[in-house]
């Protein structure tokens, strides 16, 4: 079965980075369009990063130019570096598979939470 397991979440002063990681097994990793989504309390779980099976990215517009996603399909890795974290990307991060192994629309699309089936249980981040 699919399961993906988040980890590099912690506590970081405003300004600092930090890099998340999330592990697949169980799914043929490289045709997958991959996603990083974030929740915070009292909020709704919105996409933060995506990225599709030939490598083109996507970001919400408030963590252009400060994260950066990236899909290693050698070791069914993907990554999420984080820098110049702000008190407001404080939330409970999570990556997610899109089972859609056919889709070729715009990558923009893979923000919607709605196209995920797999999910991790998720890492958080906490900014100060």
């Known amino acids: 079965h699919v399961q993906l397991v988040e980890s590099g979440g912690g506590s970081v002063q405003a300004g600092g980075s930090l890099r998340l990681s999330c592990k697949a097994s169980g799914l043929t990793y490289s045709a997958y369009c991959m996603g990083w989504f974030r929740q915070a309390p009292g909020k709704e779980r919105e996409g933060v990063a995506a990225?599709?099976?030939?490598?083109?990215?996507t970001y919400a517009d408030s963590v252009k130019g400060r994260f950066t996603i990236s899909k290693e399909n050698a070791n069914n890795t993907l990554y999420l570096q984080m820098n110049g974290l702000k008190p407001e990307d404080t939330a409970m991060y999570y990556c997610a598979a899109d089972p859609d192994l056919s889709y070729t629309g715009p990558v923009w699309l893979l923000l919607a939470k709605i196209r995920y089936n797999y999910w991790g249980r998720g890492t958080q981040v906490t900014v100060s």
């Open positions: 990225v599709d099976s030939d490598g083109v990215t």
